[in-house]
T-cell receptor, first 115, second 112 residues
Framework: AQSVTQLGSHVSVSEGALVLLRCNYSSSVPPYLFWYVQYPNQGLQLLLKYTTGATLVKGINGFEAEFKKSETSFHLTKPSAHMSDAAEYFCAVSDWSGGYQKVTFGIGTKLQVIP | EAQVTQNPRYLITVTGKKLTVTCSQNMNHEYMSWYRQDPGLGLRQIYYSMNVEVTDKGDVPEGYKVSRKEKRNFPLILESPSPNQTSLYFC???????????FGPGTRLTVT
């Protein structure tokens, strides 16, 4: 069974500081990995995804993530936080499970950006 | 415009009164899914569908039903809602499991 662990349900950073949101996964087959962002009172939208190929993935709004198979991690980073980055971030893994495709989300990390 | 729509957006109902939340996508996606979002629990998958007439349970299917008679529609049915089904519900669609999901705007359901 696949699972996703997001360390830290709340993260606070100062404006201009590095953003690091952690995600570890477990999957019995090579996974597809995603980061989504949810702004208040909105649905989720894709930030970036890893399917195959290059392990460093760049997404929208200056975010990027690195797939590390040996560490089963897919941490999300941004060099310099903006106030507009305040939102909730979800890591997700997708694979085939028992002949059916299945998507599992982490519990989410709320990012607070302090002026 | 490519989108996933859900209706209603807000619903307050009473225990035991059957309700349906509709979901429709205009992207010809094969994969559709329903999630509920609760504080501290993230998104949990209720049901998903890989194509017309093909559905399977997610992690929290109890108390819910779905059907997929047409590719574009994937309604969520609560036959006898209970207060523990008060939640924010999202429908999503995708071309397949290696692709991202496109989410609807959400339906906030309150069961009293």
């Amino acid at each position: 069974a696949q699972s996703v662990t997001q360390l830290g349900s709340h993260v606070s950073v100062s404006e201009g500081a590095l953003v690091l949101l952690r995600c570890n996964y477990s999957s019995s087959v090579p996974p597809y990995l995603f980061w989504y962002v949810q702004y208040p009172n909105q649905g989720l939208q894709l930030l970036l995804k890893y399917t195959t190929g290059a392990t460093l993935v760049k997404g929208i709004n200056g975010f990027e993530a690195e797939f590390k198979k040996s560490e089963t991690s897919f941490h999300l980073t941004k060099p310099s936080a903006h106030m507009s980055d305040a939102a909730e971030y979800f890591c997700a893994v997708s694979d085939w499970s028992g002949g059916y495709q299945k998507v599992t989300f982490g519990i989410g990390t709320k990012l607070q950006v302090i002026p | 415009e490519a989108q996933v729509t859900q209706n209603p957006r807000y619903l307050i109902t009473v225990t035991g009164k059957k309700l349906t939340v509709t979901c429709s996508q205009n992207m010809n996606h094969e994969y559709m899914s329903w999630y509920r979002q609760d504080p501290g629990l993230g998104l949990r998958q209720i049901y998903y569908s890989m194509n017309v007439e093909v559905t399977d349970k997610g992690d929290v299917p109890e108390g819910y039903k779905v059907s997929r008679k047409e590719k574009r529609n994937f309604p969520l049915i609560l036959e006898s809602p209970s207060p523990n089904q008060t939640s924010l519900y999202f429908c999503a669609s995708s071309p397949g499991h290696s692709y991202e999901q496109y989410f609807g705007p959400g339906t906030r359901l309150t069961v009293t």
